[in-house]
């Protein structure tokens, strides 16, 4: 899957989620949080993901076996990913 497909899927599970479709709504509310015009909604400086459609799982795969990425350990995906995207409980 590329990122074009992943970010595509990500702005639609957003669409259907009360608490994404709040700070959607109204970005104002709350400074952390910002939707770039691209439809991804952030929370500070990070693609905000809710965990719908193995959304999570999808993500720590691309960044696991992009191609560029080489063979990273557990908590070096981990951090890869966690420098561009966000969800609860990460």
């Keep these: 899957m590329g990122i074009e497909t992943l970010h595509n899927n990500i702005h639609n599970s957003l669409k259907s989620n ?49 191609i560029l990425s080489g063979c990273y350990s557990q908590n070096k995906t981990l951090q890869q990913v966690c420098q561009e995207y966000v969800w609860p409980e990460l």
């Design 18 to 66: 009360p608490f994404a479709l709040c700070y959607i709504e109204d970005s104002n509310l709350n400074p952390k949080w910002k939707l770039e015009d691209n439809g991804l909604l952030w929370c500070d400086n990070q693609i905000y993901i809710l965990d719908a459609n193995d959304l999570c799982l999808k993500i720590l795969q691309y960044k696991h076996d992009h």
